[in-house]
């Protein structure tokens, strides 16, 4: 069980590019989520995945879209990077209440 | 929407000694709230949740209070050892489907000295 994996693990953007970043899971989870992280303050939700073919905005979800592709995978998508998006971003998954995290992907935009 | 406000923002102890990290939350239909310790380059990491039904969990050197009425909650730690070392996040949220997304606290670097 590899639990929730996030991949690239370090990125770096020009502002006004494109990415994608990746999460998968293999513990058939039905709720998925996207966090950032910033330095001296916690986790602030993105967008999150309810279930399969749901998804609905989080607390800062301005500069971002996502997509639930399968149970499995729930991807996020920053169509022009600017360097407010400079930021460690985490996926989660849940059955029920407990979240398990992935490792981060360490974004910085330039 | 939720507001969870966490103190103090670093700790430092002495190993054995004790450390207690408090928060507060806003929304009074929040009913489940955990505690995740962070290592350098790591994800959060759960070690600890209660819910609103209980005022008090123990697991082992780590316990979680929780007083609803004050809409606060602390998590307790006893015999600190320096692999304690890290970031803890204080979390609330509801237990429904469509509110299950978690509102974090600002998070306590705590450093426990040798």
């Given at each position: 069980n590899?639990?929730?994996?996030?991949?690239?693990?370090?990125?770096v953007l020009k502002t006004g590019q494109s990415m994608t970043l990746q999460c998968a899971q293999d513990m058939n989870h039905n709720s998925m989520y996207w966090y950032r992280?910033?330095?001296g303050m916690g986790l602030r939700l993105i967008y999150y995945s309810a279930s399969e073919g749901t998804t609905d905005k989080g607390e800062?979800?301005?500069?971002?879209?996502?997509?639930?592709?399968?149970?499995?995978?729930f991807s996020l998508r920053l169509e022009s990077a600017a360097p407010?998006?400079?930021?460690?971003?985490f996926c989660a998954s849940s059955r029920a209440h407990e979240q398990f995290f992935g490792?981060?992907?360490r974004l910085t935009v330039l | 929407g939720e507001n969870v406000?966490?103190?103090?923002?670093?700790?430092?102890v002495q190993e054995g000694d004790s450390a207690v990290i408090k928060c507060t939350y806003s929304d009074s239909a929040s009913n489940y709230f955990p505690w995740y310790k962070q290592e350098l380059g790591k994800g959060p990491q759960l070690i600890i949740d209660i819910r609103s039904n209980?005022?008090?969990?123990?697991d082992q050197r780590i316990a979680v209070t929780l007083n609803k009425t004050a809409k606060h909650f602390s998590l307790h730690i006893t015999e600190t050892q320096p692999e304690d070392s890290a970031v803890y996040f204080c979390a609330a949220s509801g237990t429904d489907t469509g509110r299950r997304a978690l509102t974090f606290g600002s998070g306590t670097r705590l450093q426990v000295q040798p």
């Open positions: 590899a639990g929730v994996t996030q991949t690239p693990k370090f990125q992280q910033d330095p800062v979800p301005n500069g971002y879209n996502v997509s639930r592709l399968n149970k499995r995978e407010s998006q400079t930021s460690v971003y490792p981060g992907t | 406000e966490q103190h103090p923002s670093t700790l430092s209980v005022g008090e969990k123990k």
